[in-house]
């Protein structure tokens, strides 16, 4: 079984504090989707709304067209997965997963049966016998999952559940969550303030900010086409040019800035523009989209720059399979990030060198001024 949830205008007040407001989403049946944003914007409180935890100041909250006013937690149709995990220490693998069927009254038979079909679920077949302590972080994760999968939720919520593990852990695990998520079929909502972790495994990501639902959108669309200055700074990383709209059109528009004028594409929300002329904009441009301008002139199947700009190199960092190149730009206190695959040759400059960069405009957003995101 699995079910869609709809959150109808849902805001949530603890006394004169706003946690959450105007929340208006749908999450569709069988789909992986994420609350994405910073600590304390407000996305556990959303999760928590949903599991029957807390009860919304105002709105609804349905789960599979049923509204779940004055429905408690134990009564919906979902399972919730912590960040802790709270598994039993003293428990086996399988008495672990079996939990709730043993609350439920069901035979040892039976659940231990389910166990043993979950633990080939989550790739974890012979481990039941295992005590907890016994167990690496990503399959102790794998056994909450089991556990949560268990009581047949129609729902599964998911607070931060791979936030205590290393990076390469985490990583792997999030393969492993989207493929689960896949196999079983059902509805997971996700909460996360990792990028990479809601870009990878959703169908749909919500970002927020400060109680408020950014944007909702596929992780290419978040991605490529922000529809405001907090989402275009939080999600991956962005340059940013401050100035004045000179010029707006429907598709694109130019701005004035300290470093020249630049032409972008004109950012849209509800299917209309955001800007007007003489309005101040942001225009964000992402490192990797930043190209320096006679290497990139020389390369056929490069896109036209259109827009140029002079820097001077400050620095370069070598990743590995990335160089990281800061340049000094005209009127802008932070340097420019530009972004270039090793390709196992020099990047053909150094520091202290005077660059001319450039970028199409189709790689680049407009924006108004807004609220950014904290570095």
């Given at each position: ?7 109808h ?5 603890f ?7 105007e ?16 600590s304390g914007?407000?996305k556990?409180t ?8 807390l009860?919304?100041s ?7 067209g ?18 802790n995990?709270a598994l039993f220490?003293l ?8 939990f709730a ?10 659940r ?7 633990l080939e679920?989550?790739?974890?077949p ?7 302590s ?7 994760q794998?056994?909450?999952i089991?556990?949560?999968l268990?009581?047949?939720?129609d729902?599964l919520?998911?607070d931060?559940?791979?936030?205590a593990?290393d990076?390469k ?10 493929a ?28 927020m900010?400060q ?6 959108g596929?992780?290419?669309?978040i ?9 275009a ?8 040019f ?7 059109g ?25 800007l007007a ?6 225009v964000f ?6 190209k320096?301008a ?9 896109r ?25 730009v005209?009127?802008?206190d ?5 972004s ?11 520091p202290?060198?005077?660059v001319?960069l ?18």
């Amino acid at each position: 079984m699995s079910a869609d949830v709809q959150l109808h205008d849902v805001w949530i007040r603890f006394g004169e504090f706003v946690a959450a407001r105007e929340a208006n989403i749908h999450i569709r049946e069988g789909e992986f989707f994420s609350f994405l944003g910073p600590s304390g914007c407000g996305k556990t409180t959303l999760l928590r709304a949903v599991s029957g935890f807390l009860e919304p100041s105002r709105g609804r909250v349905l789960i599979g067209g049923r509204d779940m006013a004055g429905i408690g937690p134990n009564k919906r149709p979902t399972a919730l997965i912590f960040q802790n995990l709270a598994l039993f220490p003293l428990m086996t693998v399988w008495e672990n997963i079996t939990f709730a069927l043993e609350v439920r009254g069901a035979g040892k038979a039976a659940r231990r049966k389910k166990a043993d079909e979950l633990l080939e679920l989550i790739a974890l077949p012979g481990q039941g016998e295992k005590m907890v302590s016994e167990l690496s972080g990503g399959q102790r994760q794998r056994v909450a999952i089991a556990r949560a999968l268990a009581a047949e939720p129609d729902v599964l919520l998911l607070d931060e559940p791979l936030s205590a593990l290393d990076l390469k852990l985490r990583q792997h695990m999030r393969t492993e969550l989207r493929a689960i998520q896949q196999r079983v079929g059902i509805t997971f909502i996700y909460i996360t303030h990792d990028q990479g972790e809601a870009l990878t495994m959703s169908d749909h990501v919500a970002v927020m900010s400060q109680g408020v639902i950014e944007q909702v959108g596929d992780g290419n669309t978040i991605y490529n086409r922000p529809e405001s200055a907090f989402v275009a700074s939080f999600v991956g990383e962005n340059n940013l040019f401050s100035g004045a709209v000179a010029e707006a059109g429907e598709e694109y528009v130019t701005v004035d800035t300290p470093a020249g004028r630049l032409r972008a594409r004109h950012a849209r929300r509800n299917g209309k523009g955001q800007l007007a002329a003489g309005e101040p904009a942001f225009v964000f441009v992402r490192p990797e989209s930043l190209k320096f301008a006679g290497a990139a002139a020389s390369s056929e199947s490069a896109r036209p720059l259109g827009n140029r700009i002079s820097a001077r190199i400050h620095q370069q960092e070598f990743e590995g399979n990335l160089w990281q190149v800061f340049c000094g730009v005209e009127g802008s206190d932070k340097p420019v990030k530009l972004s270039m695959v090793n390709d196992g040759e020099s990047i053909g400059h150094a520091p202290g060198e005077e660059v001319t960069l450039g970028f199409n405009a189709d790689l680049t957003v407009a924006l108004p001024q807004g609220e950014l995101a904290a570095e």
